[in-house]
């Protein structure tokens, strides 16, 4: 701080010496090129030391968002308004964002020149493209101006904090159902699930409360006694998705299919679930209908790759709150021998579960993973190895091992 105002008292003593110089070189040499001289730095100079006073915190700023719907990989338009009350002519002023993370894939920064002059308001438009997922927040708005001859240069930095929430993208696959994927042949239906979840499977008295439709009409009219169908759950269609938050080149891909395989699940008419866990466990329970399938957007938004324990680890830990329905996806790109262990314990009472082995391009698999494959089959668990050009494809062709 001192520093500055040194070096900001030295540029002053700066400009007023060349002025005074210029002056009594004037007065004491005379003649027209002395006096052309300082008559022609004079404008200069008093511009220089009025930059020194004008307060550059005269400006508000205002930041607007343009695009509505914000998801990973769009183009994000953004325009800054600025105004002020004194007219102080600028000869250029420079504005930069400083935005928290890395929300710029390449080089390039926000930043814009312009040549206000005069303007009370100046308007800033620029475009962020590609943006990644996540929660990126806009802090502050520093703005730089200064003299002609560079002499002056001047920043201020005005906070205007702005938070946006980027969700992931998804793309279009056409779920099944896991008893139809071990058919072979079964061709896809557009049509969704029905939402009876009972079968009649025998018949008992009839007790208080009972609705009428319960009972057995054909057996009270054998017999005169009032008996009363027992229903036996059906095999839900609903499904549990699992994402795996160990770090991973492969994440960003991993977030994208478990969007992509949720809005599958309820667009088909199923209920969908959403579980991982890092350094928060993220939680939404089987449900369907847009408001539930924003909620686990948001989750999405904002996952990060912060798994410290070990995915089984995480699956032993939470085992109640994944086996609330009898259909298991699970979405990982590490693949252990533990992992399937403890996958098959986890999964013992309920269907078959599918693991979503998502690999990153440049990855290939080598024998140890093909021997993992074989013992997944072995314990029963469906497994799907796909990269981010297979995900609409994921569930096509799915054979029970």
């Not at 980027?166 to 061709?187: C, E, K, M, N």
């Not at 269609?237 to 770090?247: A, K, N, Q």
């Not at 080598?366 to 993992?372: A, C, T, Y």
């Amino acid at each position: 701080m001192k520093l500055q105002v040194l070096l900001g008292i030295a540029k002053v003593l700066l400009v007023t010496v060349l002025l005074v110089g210029t002056f009594s070189y004037a007065m004491f040499q005379g003649g027209f090129v002395s006096w052309f001289l300082f008559y022609s730095f004079l404008p200069f100079g008093l511009y220089s030391l009025m930059m020194m006073v004008y307060p550059l915190n005269d400006f508000n700023v205002v930041r607007v968002i343009k695009t509505k719907e914000l998801k990973a990989g769009g183009n994000v338009a953004i325009s800054i308004h600025l105004k002020r009350t004194l007219p102080f002519p600028l000869f250029y002023l420079v504005a930069e964002e400083h935005i928290k993370g890395n929300i710029f894939q390449q080089d390039s920064t926000a930043k814009k020149l312009v040549h206000p002059w005069f303007k009370r308001e100046i308007v800033l438009e620029y475009e962020i493209k590609n943006i990644p997922r996540g929660e990126h927040t806009f802090e502050s708005v520093e703005l730089k101006t200064g003299d002609f001859l560079s002499l002056v240069q001047k920043s201020s930095r005005l906070e205007q904090e702005h938070t946006i929430l980027v969700y992931p993208s998804h793309i279009v696959l056409d779920y099944q159902p896991l008893q139809a994927r071990f058919d072979q042949g079964v061709a896809s239906s557009n049509i969704k699930f029905q939402q009876d979840t009972t079968l009649a499977t025998g018949v008992r008295d009839y007790e208080t409360g009972d609705r009428v439709s319960w009972i057995h009409w054909k057996s009270f009219a054998r017999t005169n006694d009032l008996k009363t169908k027992e229903f036996e759950e059906r095999k839900s269609h609903d499904v549990m998705v699992v994402l795996d938050r160990t770090p991973s080149k492969a994440f960003e891909d991993m977030v994208v299919l478990t969007a992509s395989v949720i809005r599958g699940v309820i667009r088909k008419g199923a209920q969908a679930g959403y579980f991982s866990q890092g350094l928060a466990v993220q939680y939404a329970p089987l449900k369907s209908g847009e408001s539930h399938q924003k909620q686990i957007d948001y989750y999405l938004a904002k996952v990060q790759p912060d798994q410290e324990s070990s995915f089984e680890t995480v699956l032993k830990q939470n085992a109640s709150d994944i086996l609330k329905t009898s259909a298991l996806i699970l979405i990982t790109s590490n693949l252990t021998r533990e992992g399937i262990d403890e996958i098959s314990k986890v999964s013992k009472n309920s269907q078959a579960p599918m693991i979503l082995f998502v690999k990153h391009p440049s990855v290939r698999l080598n024998q140890d993973h093909r021997q993992l494959a074989g013992l997944a089959a072995s314990k029963g668990i469906v497994l799907r190895e796909c990269d981010k050009r297979q995900f609409a494809s994921v569930f096509k062709e799915v054979k029970q091992a």
